[in-house]
């Protein structure tokens, strides 16, 4: 049956007119311009929910993003509770030595004597997020890590490590407390990869979304 109410603009910054706590992050991030964080990637239809800065995510909760090191990339149909924030590797003090005192930042003969880029940092990685992941209110994403299409993040999580694809992870150090799918069933979703169909051919199949089981889906996708 066809759908005959308009969908969501993905390129509306505000997709729902009443509600401006919902924010959707890639248009959010087009309309900073030369401001952007050219580091930083969102897919569409991922959206942030925060009452009173959903404008200013990427001022607010991208943490010590300073010098680009590492790149963050947040894929479609996310949804990010209010205070969800994401640590960049900048973040970082050097571990090799006696002393953790980032010396260089402070410039002068601190800089002079070791310049900040002879610091032995750790070598920064990616921070990866899936497609169809709900990261809950307060949680954060350490740099460098990679949460798997369909997880949950529960709130106030500190996710430190991988996530698990379909996986639910909670607490500090966040982790995995149960599956919302077995291996086998995650992996048959990930295959499907309804987060790229035709929006015409996804918003049909929001009731087996929703509620259906993967068999379904998959015989929708077969048709």
Partial sequence: ????????????????????????????????????PANVEAGAYTYYDDPEHGLRFFTRNLLYNFMGLARLRIGKFCALATGASFMFPEANHATAGPS??????????????????????PQPRDTEVGHDVW??????????????????????????????????????????????????????????????????RLARAIPLLVKGEVAALEDYAAR
């Fill in 100 to 121: 953790t005192y980032p010396f260089a930042i402070l410039g002068g003969g601190f800089a002079e004597a070791m310049p900040i880029t002879e610091y032995p940092f």
């Fill in 1 to 36: 049956m066809p759908i005959a109410a308009p969908l969501p603009d993905p390129d509306a910054i505000h997709p729902v007119p009443d509600k401006p706590r919902i924010v959707f992050l890639k248009p959010l991030l087009a309309s900073l311009g030369a401001a952007a």
């Fill in 135 to 200: 990261i809950g209110m307060g949680a954060l994403v350490m740099p460098g890590v990679r949460i798997g299409h369909g997880a949950v993040i529960g709130t106030r999580a500190v996710v430190t490590r991988d996530v698990p694809d379909y996986a639910v992870v909670a607490g500090n150090p966040a982790r995995v407390v149960r599956r919302r799918y077995t291996e086998e069933e995650a992996a048959r979703l990930v295959a499907l990869g309804w987060w790229d169909w035709p929006m015409h």
